[in-house]
């Protein structure tokens, strides 16, 4: 037998299933269907966020008290209903738990009038009202820590196709990177896309860490997690990989985008003092000890390293070499 969690995830691909085939018989279905999966999958939550107690006392619509063989007033389910619509929205208050009232509200009133009248509604109004609550089921996967995209499959991304889910996705996804010390300043976390799906919903697993060398990157799209090293040297030519194909185009030049040393990954830049990926210092004298011109990165890469540009080093190893 289905558990209710399984059957939640039923319904909303049920749901979203109907709502992909823009047919407004089939929106009538996608209403019943997704409605019942976001309720299940509340319910689901409240369960697992009492998980000591009796998963029937926890969405019980009514509780009497009872006394035990020992004596002791406990609190048992009264009948065996579990809870409404009104009654899940008084639970999760009661459980310090989230969910948007406000669209939830828009499509249950839509089901109602769907169940007990014919909808006065327009197709558009309860397409609206369907994907506006994409980001309540959002929400509650990630307060269950499941994955949607894993459970959801492909009906995940006719949810993603949804601007209203797709922005407050990517708002989530960026907000568990806003702690994060970049090794290097230039890092724009924007620039992240996913390297098998070309999303922009990258963010990190643990939302509270701050440190770039202990980050898992995940897509909230695919599902896929990237190796933080590629991800970085992807943005990085996203970012400079123009300015690299101008410079080398007009001057036959480098740069500003250089392989570090340490790590062999295309992630040194020439405006920053540590490689973007691993941290390295760039650390070598940058001024010319003779004439004051800048030496750039290149020279140094290069071996160029003792406080002379490229013309006096020359002249420095030719006198070396006559003598």
């Avoid at 459980?95 to 007990?116: C, K, T, W």
């Avoid at 009202?129 to 499941?146: G, K």
């Avoid at 770039?212 to 400079?240: H, N, T, V, W, Y």
């Avoid at 410079?247 to 992630?267: F, H, L, N, S, V």
Wanted: hydrophobic share 35%.
């Amino acid at each position: 037998m289905p558990s209710l969690y399984e059957n939640a995830v039923a319904s909303i691909r049920m749901g979203v299933e109907d709502y992909r085939q823009q047919d407004a018989q089939r929106d009538v279905s996608a209403v019943r269907n997704f409605y019942a999966g976001v309720l299940l999958l509340a319910k689901e939550l409240l369960i697992r966020t009492a998980p000591n107690a009796s998963p029937d006392l926890v969405i019980a619509a009514k509780i009497k008290l009872s006394l035990n063989h020992q004596g002791d007033v406990i609190p048992v389910a009264d009948g065996k209903n579990s809870i409404d619509y009104g009654g899940i929205h008084a639970r999760f208050k009661e459980f310090d738990l989230v969910i948007d009232r406000q669209a939830l509200d828009g499509l249950q009133s839509i089901r109602n009038d769907l169940e007990h009248k014919a909808s006065a509604h327009s197709p558009a109004v309860v397409r609206s009202a369907i994907s506006n609550t994409f980001a309540v089921v959002s929400s509650l996967f990630r307060q269950l820590e499941e994955d949607p995209a894993a459970e959801l499959g492909d009906e995940w991304q006719v949810m993603l196709s949804e601007k209203t889910l797709y922005d407050a996705e990517l708002k989530a996804a960026r907000d568990t990177l806003s702690k994060v010390q970049w090794f290097a300043s230039s890092i724009d976390a924007s620039k992240f896309r996913c390297l098998e799906c070309d999303s922009r919903l990258i963010g990190q697993m643990d939302d509270n860490n701050d440190n770039q060398a202990a980050i898992d990157f995940k897509c909230r799209s695919c599902g896929a997690e990237p190796d933080g090293a590629d991800l970085i040297e992807d943005a990085i030519d996203k970012m400079f990989g123009g300015d690299a194909y101008l410079r080398a185009k007009e001057t036959g030049e480098e740069g500003p985008i250089y392989q570090c040393p340490a790590c062999d990954r295309q992630t040194l830049l020439e405006t920053e003092e540590h490689c973007a990926n691993c941290n390295e210092p760039i650390d070598y004298q940058s001024t010319c000890q003779l004439c004051g011109e800048h030496i750039p990165l290149s020279d140094y890469l290069d071996g160029i390293d003792g406080g002379l540009c490229s013309y006096h080093s020359w002249q420095a190893d030719k006198v070396m070499h006559d003598d």
